[in-house]
């Protein structure tokens, strides 16, 4: 009998996804890699409802409430799933964000990667001080 390979995690910030909406060079082919693992179950995928909302409101803020509600329609069809934000993760990430000078935002995401067991796919040059360390876990997608 074959054993099952373990299943890879890994959690979307909101700096990859406009990254690669962007088509960003570093981040367009990586993104598209991990969401075509995702469509094909090697990998497990979720972004927090947290950054989900806070890619809404850059987009509505930046481009305009057309492109924002065109991104929800297109993230409901996305193969990530949508994790929500219970108490302790809320309070977990603002000790992170006590700690460390990043957002709110961005620490929830962490936090999200850290209680998934997962990588976070990032760029965000606030999550470079993280790489190799033993808070989060990186996949770095940035230049």
Known sequence: MRKKAAT?????????????????????????????????????????IVNVGEVYYILAKN????????????FRRMPVKS??????LVLAAARLKAKYPISHADAIAAETAVRAKAALVTGDPDFKRFMGGDIVQVEWIGT
């Open 83 to 88: 994790s929500s934000v219970p108490k302790a």
């Open 8 to 48: 890879v995690r890994k959690v979307l910030d909101s700096w990859a996804i406009l990254s690669w909406m962007k088509g960003a060079p570093h981040a367009v082919d990586q993104v598209r890699r991990i969401l075509e693992d995702s469509e094909q179950g090697r990998v497990e995928l979720q972004m927090s």
């Open 63 to 74: 481009v305009g409430p057309q492109e924002a509600e065109n991104f929800l329609r297109d």
